[in-house]
T-cell receptor, first 117, second 112 residues
Framework: GAVVSQHPSRVICKSGTSVKIECRSL??????MFWYRQFPKKSLMLMAT?????????EQGVEKDKFLINHASLTLSTLTVTSAHPEDSSFYIC?????????????FGPGTRLTVL | AQSVSQHNHHVILSEAASLELGCNYS??????LFWYVQYPGQHLQLLLK??????LVKGIKGFEAEFIKSKFSFNLRKPSVQWSDTAEYFC??????????FGTGTRLQVFP
């Protein structure tokens, strides 16, 4: 149980284009999903927290107009990187928390490698 | 602000050696503590977690961690490592919020 998927696993795009990344909880309802960015040889940095049906809460320094997050259902959240630039190249990871379980555990997706040319 | 520090950035061991990875956090209140592992090319997986109760927590694959409140520590241990334990290990904490604060990670290499 508690499987989180991400699609695509890898994406290469041209500078200036937008890229959408999907995060799905496959076997549980995720009331809260999180988006992280992982730089090479560095830890995960939380970008934003999204709750189903409401606006995402962004961490300080994360541009909400650049990283659009939508959490329209209990099993799907999307991250859209708008007008991508080479510095946006990174590994993006989502996680989901099962709201029906009292323990506060996040389950992570496999990540999406974004390369902006 | 909450923070998590992992002192060992890169650890190299031979098989059968014992392992201890340090993790310290800064927060004065009640915390939930986690260790995650990321095997090469794979996603983060939960090794073990501590919410309350027995401060010695046993996780998967023979790992355990001990919560020492007075030292703000949650060190990860394994008595005898295997080559398959080669991975990146992350300590994480959350307190009062949904957010997980991660440490910088420790890269473990185990040689046969």
């Amino acid at each position: 149980g508690a499987v989180v998927s991400q699609h695509p696993s890898r994406v290469i795009c041209k500078s200036g284009t937008s890229v959408k990344i999907e995060c799905r909880s496959l076997d549980f309802q995720a009331t809260t999903m999180f988006w992280y960015r992982q730089f090479p040889k560095k830890s995960l940095m939380l970008m934003a927290t999204s709750n189903e049906g409401s606006k995402a809460t962004y961490e300080q320094g994360v541009e909400k107009d650049k990283f659009l997050i939508n959490h329209a259902s209990l099993t799907l959240s999307t991250l859209t990187v708008t007008s991508a630039h080479p510095e946006d190249s990174s590994f993006y990871i989502c996680s989901a928390r099962d709201g029906t379980i009292s323990t506060d555990t996040q389950y992570f997706g496999p990540g999406t490698r974004l390369t902006v040319l | 602000a909450q923070s998590v520090s992992q002192h060992n950035h890169h650890v190299i061991l031979s098989e059968a050696a014992s392992l201890e990875l340090g993790c310290n956090y800064s927060y004065g209140g009640t915390v939930n503590l986690f260790w995650y592992v990321q095997y090469p090319g794979q996603h983060l997986q939960l090794l073990l977690k501590y919410f309350s109760g027995d401060p010695l927590v046993k996780g998967i694959k023979g790992f355990e961690a001990e919560f020492i409140k007075s030292k703000f520590s949650f060190n990860l241990r394994k008595p005898s490592v295997q080559w398959s334990d080669t991975a990146e290990y992350f300590c994480a904490v959350n307190a009062d919020t949904d957010k997980l604060i991660f440490g910088t990670g420790t890269r473990l290499q185990v040689f046969p």
